[in-house]
């Protein structure tokens, strides 16, 4: 079965600075996707960022990048420039490729993120 | 486009009781996920649907149902209700078939809480 950690259950960054929040997982499985998710205090959960597995590249949208370590399975999250309204409740998750349709998420336990003004 | 909706926002039940919640996905979307999250253990599948039919099912009791119409609107049904399933309800729903590479867009959730 898979599972996914996130070791940080609170972080705190200053305005403008950038923060890296931590994710690792734990799989048999060689192809998979890897999604950040976003869930401020109105609840709705917002996709971040995703990484397709096979992809070597990592993936970046705008002030948000990952460090995909595929051998280490490792998943981070980097915020730069980090604004008031990055404040929330980070998810990191998994969901499988192969190994019957679905789009089940296997979610880690969050990090809970400040931001200092 | 809308998102996904889902009502009620809040709701209160007494033990014993039993509850309906809804979900309407994005217009376009057939594929429709629930999962519970709760501080003890965090987020956690219940089922999805795709074509009126649930694809795959959580590892929870049988007193958690749900169905898909043919709109692709969801409804999860509990029934019995129990203090521990006091949580937050959250819908999602993505274009393409279950286990496609679409990503999924998610609710505001329904609060559940049980007296």
């Known amino acids: 079965a898979q599972t996914v950690t996130q070791s940080q259950p609170e972080m705190s960054v200053q305005e403008a600075e950038t923060v890296t929040l931590s994710c690792t997982y734990d799989?048999?499985?060689?192809?998979?996707?890897l999604f950040w998710y976003k869930q401020p205090p109105s609840r709705q959960m917002i996709l971040v960022i995703r990484?397709?597995?096979?992809?070597?590249q990592n993936a970046t949208e705008n002030r948000f990048s990952v460090n995909f370590q595929k051998a280490a399975k490792s998943f981070s999250l980097k915020i730069s420039d980090s604004q008031l309204g990055d404040a929330a409740m980070y998810f990191c998750a998994y969901r499988r490729f192969y190994g019957g349709a679905t789009n089940k998420l296997i979610f880690g336990t969050g990090t809970l993120l400040a931001v200092q003004p | 486009k809308a998102g996904v909706t889902q009502t009620p926002r809040y709701l209160i039940k007494t033990r014993g009781q039993q509850v309906t919640l809804s979900c309407s996905p994005i217009?376009?979307?057939?594929?429709v996920s629930w999962y519970q999250q709760t501080p003890g253990q965090g987020l956690q599948f219940l089922f999805e649907y795709f074509s009126e039919t649930q694809r795959n099912k959580g590892n929870f009791p049988g007193r958690f149902s749900g169905r898909q119409f043919s709109n692709s609107r969801s409804e999860m049904n509990v029934s019995t209700l129990e203090l521990g399933d006091s949580a937050l309800y959250l819908c999602?729903?993505?274009?393409?078939?279950?286990?496609?590479?679409?990503?999924?867009?998610f609710g505001d959730g329904t609060r559940l809480s049980i007296l």
């Open positions: 990484q397709e597995a096979y992809k070597q």
């Open positions: 999602a729903s993505s274009s393409g078939t279950v286990g496609s590479n679409q990503p999924q867009h």
């Open positions: 799989t048999s499985e060689s192809d998979y996707y």
């Open positions: 217009s376009g979307h057939r594929s």
